[in-house]
């Protein structure tokens, strides 16, 4: 059950969109994963967002140089395969992994990370208004200078020694993004965002839904769903009311409307990210389908967790 808790927590967690009227939902493909939580995103570019639910849509998009495991606080690699730091703490060097690509298809290397960074704290650099970075002077005020070194390595030099430094790196705003790509949008690259992360974005219709595909060239991992949407379903009842109906529709929810919830499972998890999620039949089959019971693991860009067929664990 444990192994079936972790896998199935990798495909419902991804997010979705607000609004104050939700039209019903047709029939979603096979592979097709709805998700509902109680707000629209307000932008896909981790490092300008201030929000949780726009977090978590991109950074199902985005990648950062290093991550936290599921259930851990340990750093560990991420698109970064290594790193070093030098003894006086000043500096650290970051390998980067051979052979991903961003989205559009450009290579990630040194230079799209400082280009990542640098367009948040430099005030001449080219990007830098394109975007609105709140968090940049906390999480990069301390960063002298990104230096790419070489095709994959790349240098963080610091004025002054940061114990958290990595834990910095794992953050929203050190989220890795193609710099063609905010060339190319410029001031709506928020809404056209590109990483390197398990899903691409594919569409967003403002108030209705936002849609992302799976990356078929995904360097960690096959990722098993086709398509996630996000929907915005702003009323506790209404998301309940959603769920059932056939949809494939899971769902961030209330513990107080878990009485009202008859024929939904209530999947509960812990950890470094404690949730609840009511899930309705057809996601649940969905899940099942793509991982069998006895071999899931913990292996894609979204969480889900499962309870017994008999009802909910803690």
């Known amino acids: 059950m444990k192994t079936l808790r972790r896998a199935l927590a990798s ?3 991804v997010t979705m ?18 998700v509902g939580l109680v707000a629209e995103p307000v932008n896909l570019d981790p490092p300008q967002v201030t929000d949780l639910n726009s977090n978590r849509v ?26 070093t730091i030098s003894k006086d703490g000043l500096q650290y ?41 709140p968090f940049a002077s906390y999480f990069f005020g301390n960063v002298k200078a990104v230096e790419p070194l070489d095709e994959l390595t790349v240098r963080f030099i610091l004025k002054e020694p940061r114990a958290s ?10 989220s890795i993004v193609s710099p063609t790509a905010v060339k190319k949008f410029g001031l709506d690259y928020g809404a056209n965002p590109v990483g390197t992360g398990p ?19 995904y360097w960690k991992f096959p990722v098993k769903v086709d398509r996630v949407v996000y929907r915005p379903i702003v009323e506790d009842q209404a998301r309940l009311t959603e769920l ?14 878990v009485p009202d919830a008859q024929g939904l499972r209530l999947w509960t998890f812990a950890g470094a990210r404690a949730n609840n ?11 099942v389908r793509l991982y069998p019971r006895d071999t899931i693991q913990y292996r894609d860009g979204a969480r889900i967790i499962a309870t017994s067929d008999k009802g909910a664990k803690p």
């Open 244 to 257: 059932r109906v056939e949809c494939g529709l899971s769902v961030d929810s209330h513990l107080s409307l």
């Open 11 to 13: 495909i419902i967690a």
């Open 199 to 217: 899903f691409r974005f594919a569409s967003w219709e403002r108030g209705q839904r936002v849609v992302l595909e799976k990356n078929p060239a």
């Open 93 to 133: 060097t970051f390998k980067l992994r051979r052979g991903i690509t961003f989205h559009d298809g450009t290579p990630l290397n040194a230079e799209a990370v400082k280009f990542s960074i640098e367009r948040q704290i430099v005030p001449g650099h080219p990007a830098s208004k394109l975007g609105k970075y």
């Open 277 to 287: 999620l009511l899930v309705g039949r057809a996601a649940y089959e969905t899940a």
């Open 165 to 174: 430094f990595l834990d910095v790196m794992a953050a929203a705003a050190a």
């Open 17 to 34: 969109a607000l609004s104050l009227w939700v039209a019903p939902i047709a029939a979603q493909p096979a592979g097709t994963l709805v």
């Open 58 to 83: 991109g950074r199902r998009i985005v990648e950062t140089l290093v991550t936290f495991p599921e259930e851990s606080t340990q750093i560990v690699p991420g698109l970064a395969e290594s790193w």
